[in-house]
T-cell receptor
């Protein structure tokens, strides 16, 4: 069965600094991978997804993630953090069987300070 | 256009009571998912509907949980004889169809069982 591990439940960066949120997955088949963001009192919003095309995936709000099969990783990065990036981020793998059943990691809360 | 809506936004009930949580998906979306998010955890899959039928209910924790989608649009998650351990945020998501479609999440219903 697929699983997802997010290293670091809390990450704090300065405004303008690099954002790196780590995600490792376990899957017996080629995975489909996702990053979602959750702002307070809002629903989960898709940032980006990997579906076996290009290994470097660009998403919304300047985020990108790179699929590395050898490391079973799908880390999320952004070159320069904004205050508005403060939120909780979830990595997910699809247990795909004709439909998109998502297995989520525990999440990483990103804080951005001035 | 309107996104996924869930009602109520908050529900407080007493142990042993019955509750119903409602999800209105995006119009035209045939796929509907329910997830449960406990405090400090990522969402966990509960059930998937394609149209009116529950195609995968493997995530429902026990027979106190049941969900319906009688007309292929609105879905109701029903919990009988609630327990304190059922306290969580219940999330609903919809997507256009089968496959690796993006899931659009509602804001969730926060259920508290006293």
């Amino acid at each position: 069965a697929q699983s997802v591990t997010q290293l670091g439940s809390h990450v704090s960066v300065s405004e303008g600094a690099l954002v790196l949120l780590r995600c490792n997955y376990s899957s017996s088949v080629p995975p489909y991978l996702f990053w979602y963001v959750q702002y307070p009192n809002q629903g989960l919003q898709l940032l980006l997804k990997y579906t076996s095309a290009a290994t470097l995936v660009k998403g919304i709000n300047g985020f990108e993630a790179e699929f590395k099969k050898s490391e079973t990783s799908f880390h999320l990065t952004k070159p320069s953090a904004h205050m508005s990036d403060a939120a909780e981020y979830f990595c997910a793998v699809s247990e795909f069987g004709g439909y998109n059943k998502l297995i989520f990691g525990a999440g990483t809360r990103l804080a951005v300070h001035p | 256009g309107a996104g996924v809506s869930q009602t109520p936004s908050n529900k407080v009930t007493e142990k042993g009571k019955y509750v119903e949580l409602r999800c209105d998906p995006i119009s035209g979306h045939t796929a509907l998912y329910w997830y449960r998010q406990s405090l400090g955890q990522g969402p966990e899959f509960l059930i998937y509907f394609q149209g009116t039928g529950a195609a995968d209910d493997s995530g429902l924790p026990n027979d106190r949980f049941f969900a319906v989608r009688p007309e292929g649009s609105v879905s109701t998650l029903k919990i009988q004889r609630t327990e304190r351990g059922d306290s969580a945020v219940y999330l609903c998501a919809s997507s256009p169809g089968q496959g690796i479609d993006t899931q659009y999440f509602g804001p969730g219903t926060r259920l508290t069982v006293l």
